[in-house]
């Protein structure tokens, strides 16, 4: 089982990027994948998440009508649209499969990705 994130970089406050994560290996179509952010000395934070059989998401209410999440479930991909990037949205993003339980919480899920660094500056 393998993540790959990618799609970070440097933008402008106000500016949009987008991420992806794409899965590899086993299928996990009875769940959904997570995206989660960190910032050095911090706790690793939900940001969003996909449920893969039925679409429903959820967000973070500091990302919510600014961050979308969506999958490509033929291309195994789950991506994270941002718009309206602030500074204190600069972190590393990471996507993680869920496992089930609660979406918002990070111990409910495993095979994490390598993170992509997103830098907004001011």
């Known amino acids: 089982v393998q993540l790959q994130a990618s799609g970070g970089g440097l933008v402008q406050a106000g500016g949009s990027l987008r991420l992806s994560c794409e899965a590899s290996?086993?299928?996990?179509?009875?769940?959904?994948m997570g995206w989660f952010r960190q910032t050095p000395g911090k706790e690793r934070e939900f940001v969003a998440a996909?449920?893969?059989?039925?679409?429903?998401?959820y967000y973070a209410d500091s990302v919510q009508g600014r961050f979308t999440v969506s999958s490509d479930n033929a291309k195994n991909t789950t991506y994270l649209q941002m718009n309206s990037l602030k500074p204190e949205d600069t972190a590393v993003y990471y996507c993680?499969?869920?496992?089930?339980?609660?979406?918002?919480?990070?111990?409910?899920?495993?095979?994490w990705g390598q993170g992509t660094q997103v830098t907004v500056s001011s």
């Open positions: 993680a499969v869920f496992r089930g339980g609660n979406w918002y919480s990070k111990y409910n899920y495993n095979y």
């Open positions: 290996g086993r299928t996990f179509r009875r769940y959904g």
């Open positions: 996909i449920n893969w059989s039925v679409g429903s998401t």
